[in-house]
């Protein structure tokens, strides 16, 4: 999974971990993403971690903030 080798290379405590993996996994769903080897995929998971470092880290802000900027 994109976000796991992603997080692997940051440094997050492990409630914001699961808020990131599950904002990632939320958003691959609204896209309708089931393919994990889909390049797509690891453009969730970029823009997700891109949201983290933008403020609070927290699913449904995570999610939203993702969502706006791939459909942009």
Not at 5 to 30: G, K
Request: glycine letters at 4%; aromatic letters at 2%.
């Amino acid at each position: 999974m994109p976000i796991n080798r992603l997080l692997a290379q940051m440094t997050f405590d492990p409630e914001e971990v699961r808020e990131i993996v599950h904002a990632y996994e939320s958003v691959l769903a609204a896209l309708g993403l089931t393919a994990r080897a889909d390049p797509a995929t690891e453009q969730v998971a970029a823009q997700i971690l891109e949201c983290a470092g933008e403020g609070a880290i927290e699913r449904q802000r995570l999610r939203d903030c993702a969502l706006a900027a791939l459909q942009a």
